[in-house]
Every structure is written in structure tokens, then in C-alpha cells.
């Protein structure tokens, strides 16, 4: 044997011990967690969030909203067992084409209650009359960041009143507002006996509390059965009908940020599910300044509307639309300002400010 050979060989014999008791130490770990992770997405498949829905697993988790109405389901499901149904991202068709989307609704005997569900964290505040609601976040060395979105009780309100005319009936319906288990909900304050703004851990003794006050039975499982049956297809609908539906709002929201310049107001969280509402007992919105240095933290990439100081309207040269001072809030360009047109989502035109 070669000077080499004896050197080497006990280290080649250490490494060959050390690769037989470290590649099971390493593999057993990860297919351990390989086989709970299977067995995870098989059971949420087998559930009727999955089935409702179709969204896959790791979309879901990558996804906040839809989460959220997720965990709200996952502590509904006792009632699930009990007779009660469930549907989830309602599309309900409104007379002038468009739709309001529902986050989750259960279908009980004592009622159908109609969740809006917000994954927000931080501080909340808001009172059932208010136009806006307000979260406060934490930025560090006793500091905070205001945003403000529209009122959760008005928007749900909105919504009951498209399922009821959908369905055609005077069915009892309960608004139910849950918030994320991480925000704490600060002087919130309801009136309406049939509208509770909730955490998410809340929810399950919530609803006890509403059907354990509810005498009988309003709805009976045939009930159940044709309600479900009719709003189904509401679930199914296209990504086209999707699509059209954020536009909607979006056209929305740009005309509401024309009406009312939003340079010194606070800046608003922008959901895909917000609808606006024309309630003549909205109240306006406060204008309250944030601090200087404070940056956007809106759950969406949005952009804020501004008001044109040009004496003289600007048109868009595609659609003679009129063109709106905005200010990007997030990504690369956040800060500067251009142009847009005022009818976007259907024209996109965008004009740079040198």
C-alpha cells in the first residue's frame, strides 16, 4: 500500500461512517414532514372549502383574503356537521349587469349569515355610521401609520341586500364582520341588533350565541337544500365574470378619487371585494394627516388619485378621457407622479411627469 493509500484511506472510510449515519438522519426528517404535509392537502382537498372553491393549497396559503376566509370556515365546521351549508366567493348578480361577491355565507335553520372578512392586522377602529374605517399599524420608535378603508358593516349591508332581491325572499340574514385574530378591534362600536364585528376566534361562540337566542327554526333542511342549490352556480362563475368584477370596482374607485382628492387624507387599503356603497347616511371622510415620512402598507399595489391643478383639463389622446394627477404609492416607481386616465381599468394610458 502506497504512502498515499494509508493517508487517505482512513479519511475515505470516516466519510463512508459518517454518510451511513447522516443520510437517514437527514432523509427521515424530511420525508416525516413530506407525509404530514400530504396528508394536510388531502384532508383540506377533502373539504368543502376545496371543493367550493378550487383553489390548491399553496395558492391559498399564498393568498391573505382567501385565507381568511378559509381559517374563518376552518372554525365553522361544527356547524357544517350539524346540517349547515357553506359557500364561499358568492357572485351575486345585481340589476345593472354587474355583481357583488360574497367572502363566505352559511346557510343555517336559524337564519343564512353572511360573513365579510378582513384580514387586517394592527388597530381598528370604526363605528357603524362612519363612511371609512381606520387601521393603525406600529412603525417602530413610538411611531404609527394610519390607513383608512371603507366601512366593513356598510359594504356587508350592500351585500345583503343584492342576496336578498337574488333570492326573492325575506329570509332572516345575520351581517357577521371578522377581523384577523393578529389586529385588536379598538372602540368599534355597532347598533343594528343583526350586525356583529368580531375577531376570527370569536366566531364560533358568536354564532352559538345568535342561534342559541333564536327560538325556532326558520329554515327547514329542504330549506337548506334549495338555497344552497341556487346560489351555487354563483360560485362557478367564469374568470371573465371575475375579471369584470374587480374592473368594476376599480372604474369605481378612480371616479370617487376625482370627486374627492385624496392629497392630504390618509391612504386607503384597496380590496379586491370593496363595493362602494350610496348610502345617504355616510358620513364624510375625515382628512386627517399622516406624518410626512409615511409610506403606504396597503395590502395591494394601489395608487392614489390626486386633483388636477391645471387650469385647463388634460385629455387622453386614446379615449379624450380626462387625464388624473396620481401618485404611485408602492413598487419602483413610488412617489412619482403621472398622469392616467380617469377611464381606467378600460384605457390604460399613462403619461410620465418629467
Known amino acids: 500500500m502506497s ?8 479519511i475515505v472510510e470516516m466519510l463512508v461512517r459518517l454518510a451511513i449515519y447522516l443520510i437517514p438522519a437527514i432523509l427521515i426528517p424530511v420525508i416525516l414532514v413530506a407525509i404530514a404535509l400530504a396528508k394536510k392537502v388531502r384532508k383540506y382537498k377533502s373539504g368543502t372549502y376545496y371543493k367550493n ?27 357544517e356537521d350539524k346540517g349547515a351549508k357553506f359557500l364561499f366567493n358568492v357572485y351575486i348578480p345585481k340589476e345593472n349587469d354587474e355583481t357583488s361577491e360574497i367572502d363566505v355565507i352559511m346557510i343555517h335553520q336559524k337564519g343564512i349569515f353572511v360573513f365579510e372578512s378582513k384580514n387586517y392586522s394592527g388597530w381598528i377602529f370604526g363605528n357603524e355610521n362612519q363612511k371609512n374605517w381606520y387601521q393603525t399599524l406600529p412603525r417602530g420608535r413610538g411611531k404609527s401609520h394610519k390607513e383608512h378603508f371603507y366601512n366593513p358593516i356598510k359594504q356587508n349591508r350592500t351585500h345583503i341586500k343584492h342576496l336578498k332581491a337574488f333570492l326573492g325572499e325575506d329570509i332572516q340574514m345575520w351581517s357577521i364582520i371578522t377581523f384577523s385574530d393578529r389586529c385588536t378591534l379598538k372602540d368599534i362600536k355597532t347598533t343594528s341588533e ?6 376570527r376566534y370569536d366566531v364560533s361562540s358568536t ?17 337548506i337544500a334549495d338555497i344552497y342549490d341556487k346560489l351555487y352556480p354563483c360560485t362557478q362563475v367564469d374568470e371573465a365574470t ?15 378619487s376625482v370627486k374627492e382628492p385624496q392629497s392630504n387624507a390618509l391612504p386607503s387599503i384597496q380590496d379586491e371585494s370593496v363595493e362602494q356603497s350610496n348610502d345617504n347616511d ?5 382628512n386627517i394627516k399622516t406624518n410626512d415620512d409615511a409610506k403606504s402598507t396597503t395590502c395591494n399595489e394601489t395608487i392614489q388619485a390626486e ?4 387650469n385647463q383639463p388634460r385629455k387622453c389622446p386614446k379615449c379624450n378621457a380626462e387625464l388624473v394627477l396620481r401618485t404611485a404609492t408602492r413598487g419602483a416607481n413610488a412617489g412619482n407622479q403621472f398622469y392616467g386616465c380617469s377611464n381606467y381599468p378600460k384605457c390604460r394610458y399613462i403619461e410620465n411627469i418629467e
Open 3 to 10: 504512502i498515499i493509500e494509508q493517508v487517505f484511506q482512513p
Open 53 to 79: 372553491t378550487k383553489t390548491p393549497y399553496f395558492s391559498l396559503l399564498n393568498n391573505t383574503g382567501k385565507y381568511g376566509e378559509y381559517l374563518t370556515y376552518q372554525y365553522l365546521k361544527s356547524f
Open 194 to 199: 343583526d350586525v356583529f364585528v368580531i375577531n
Open 207 to 223: 354564532i352559538s350565541d345568535i342561534c342559541n337566542r333564536t327560538d325556532t327554526a326558520l329554515l327547514s333542511k329542504n330549506d
Open 242 to 256: 371575475k375579471q369584470q368584477h374587480i374592473a368594476d370596482i376599480q372604474s369605481k374607485m378612480d371616479s370617487q
Open 282 to 286: 355616510a358620513v364624510k371622510d375625515e
Open 307 to 310: 386633483s388636477n391643478s391645471d
